[in-house]
């Protein structure tokens, strides 16, 4: 099996990196869209071109392979997580970064058999990071090895942190109330824009943690295995094992910090893929 995942892994990075040409061409910012779910919930061609691109690509190399792909689900397909070895894909994560012109949002693809991420994929064609993990291997950035931090305490960690894309008065007012809880215990925020980058940042040390509530597996899926890869720990925001599916994550350099993060967070459950 493991030949077969790298197989499986080096057909899909050139694929990833053919696809990505399609961002790069828009470094300005791309000025059409449509609206999704809210104002801030958008999705462009590119989107849809890219996910195409790669759905079209795999099927071709793996005729009985799975795919979960944001605007496949978008259009009505199930979201269904198989034992079948399955794609799962975000186009352009960060469309709203794309869209104005913001450096970064990128593709991320994650490789599921058995219901666990076994490679990843995570690009960034405007500032030329790609980072690659496949289970037993460990992460990369531009073919360099990269490994979390060692930050175990809040007190010391720089937080990833969004507010997602949902105008929920609920789910903002809890926002509002995690973003006070991290930025008066912790060390600092930062917000990409970005699900898969903010994983990226972990499993690269840049930060020590990321939470996100309303999140999809197509966000999370690449940054689970990467994030692993590099040494990190991607669970249930609530302390318990992550499920893909949940639409909830929290990813943290050392169990200590993960865990520390998981007691103290105000919790919100979304409505599951």
């Not at 925020?189 to 940042?201: E, I």
Request: hydrophobic share 40%; proline share 4%.
């Amino acid at each position: 099996m493991s030949d077969e995942i790298t197989n499986y892994f080096n057909v899909a990075v050139e694929l990833v990196k053919n696809a990505g040409n399609l961002i790069s061409e828009f470094r300005s910012g791309c000025k059409v869209f449509e609206v999704k779910s809210s104002d801030i919930d958008l999705v462009t061609e590119i989107d849809k071109k890219v996910e195409e691109t790669l759905i079209g690509g795999l099927s071709k190399s793996f005729p009985s392979h799975k795919f979960i792909g944001e605007e496949s689900v978008a259009s009505g397909d199930k979201c269904i997580l198989s034992d079948d070895p399955t794609w799962i894909i975000d186009p352009v994560d960060g469309t709203l970064n794309f869209i104005h012109g913001y450096p970064c949002s990128c593709i991320s693809l994650g490789l599921a058999i058995n219901k666990k991420v076994v490679a990843g994929i995570i690009y960034n064609p405007v500032l030329n990071q790609l980072f690659t993990a496949i289970e037993g291997r460990g992460a990369f950035l531009n073919s360099t090895p990269i490994h979390v931090s060692q930050v175990k305490e809040l007190k010391n960690a720089l937080i990833s942190f969004e507010a997602g894309t949902s105008r929920d008065e609920e789910k903002q007012k809890l926002v509002l109330e995690n973003f006070e809880l991290i930025t008066t215990k912790g060390q600092g925020v930062r917000c990409l824009g970005s699900a898969a980058l903010n994983m990226a940042m972990v499993a690269m040390g840049g930060s020590d943690a990321y939470f996100e509530f309303g999140i999809h597996a197509w966000d999370i899926a690449a940054g689970d295995i990467i994030i692993r890869e590099a040494g990190g720990v991607c669970i249930d925001p609530a302390g318990g094992p992550l499920d893909l599916l949940s639409r909830r994550v929290l990813c943290a350099s050392t169990p200590e910090l993960a865990q520390e993060l998981a007691k103290s967070l105000k919790q919100f459950y979304p409505e599951r893929d």
